[in-house]
């Protein structure tokens, strides 16, 4: 069983509006902070989403997506890279594939990009007005996009919330877009139109389900279930995914007060069942990526060897 790579988000401005612990988007000094804490406590990808700005309304394209603020990707990207070495994965699935690929001049290691529908409704606390996001990504975007990140050397991390997307993936993959192993998230709980729910049911029908020579990670938006399915997802062979994101909760139900208590956690519980936690160095080996040029960063190493 490969080593678990443990992925960490950060940004729960969406997902967990008014979640205390969170700094504003575009903060980026300190949002980059939690990144490097995360880091340093075992997390090998970093998932993120720059600085970005909700749209009110359905544009007239029907889509109601975020906008994204290109020096304040290239800022957040430019201070985690200086600090440590780790997978940089942009975020924002639904984002418009223009600017999808006007990113990928940054030069990140991966991209996700939503193999399926993108339809999610944020209020997990009434007092705040729900944040949503709908959008439709047709088999000639996903193809576009696909084509674009090979040219840019940027490998596709293909966002997975039913089993849609993985009949996308066969499909795209078919002509030639996407590099053995395929890199997928599967997304349990994640309240809107694409819900699956967050049990043990759904994880093993989307593992069941998986095309071959895929790799799998999981992102549970549950807390009081992420837990016992990350558990379950590394039991199974799986990698996972923890940050405010997805849930800023402890498994005893307490706020943290960082991203890198969630990683903490995570790590305990898979030195718990028997899975080493990978370096970014041994993370790339897995996922399928080169090499990071000149080697890891020395603090990154010395974070590794101690998580």
């Known amino acids: 069983m490969d080593k678990v790579v443990i992925t960490v988000t950060v940004d729960c401005s969406m997902s967990y509006p008014g979640f205390k612990g969170m700094p504003r988007i575009d903060d980026v000094p300190a949002v980059a902070a939690e990144y490097v804490r995360a880091i340093d406590s075992g997390a090998s990808l970093v998932h993120h989403h720059g600085v970005h700005y909700l749209e009110d309304s359905i544009q007239e394209d029907g889509r109601q997506l975020s906008r994204t603020d290109f020096d304040g990707w290239a800022d957040l990207t430019d201070r985690i890279r200086a600090e440590r070495d780790s997978i940089i994965q942009f975020g924002i699935a639904s984002a418009r594939l223009e600017e999808k690929v006007a990113l990928m001049k940054l030069r990140p290691d991966m991209m996700s990009y939503a193999f399926n529908v993108h339809d999610e409704y944020f209020r997990p606390d009434p007092a705040y007005p729900a944040n949503e996001q709908y959008a439709i990504h047709t088999r000639p975007e996903l193809e576009a996009f696909c084509k674009a990140a090979k040219e840019h050397g940027v490998k596709p991390e293909v966002e997975s919330f039913y089993t849609g997307a993985f009949w996308n993936l066969e499909f795209i993959r078919d002509q030639g877009l996407l590099d053995d192993p395929v ?48 558990a379950m997802a590394m039991s199974l062979g799986g990698h996972v995914r923890v940050g405010w994101e997805d849930n800023p909760y402890l498994p005893d139900g307490s706020p943290s007060r960082s991203n890198a208590e969630l990683v903490d956690e995570i790590v305990k519980i898979a030195h718990l069942m028997g899975r080493e936690v990978a370096s970014p160095e041994e993370a790339r080996k897995i996922i399928g990526l080169p090499a990071a040029p000149g080697g890891a960063r020395p603090e990154a190493a010395a974070a590794g060897q101690s998580a």
Do not use: C, I
Request: proline content about 12%; overall charge positive.
């Open 183 to 230: 890199w997928t998230t599967l997304f349990l709980g994640w309240p809107g139109g694409a819900w699956t729910p967050p049990t043990e049911d759904s994880l093993l029908y989307l593992v069941r389900h998986l095309p071959p020579r895929v790799n799998w990670n999981v992102s549970v938006m549950n807390p009081k279930m992420q837990w016992r399915l990350l």
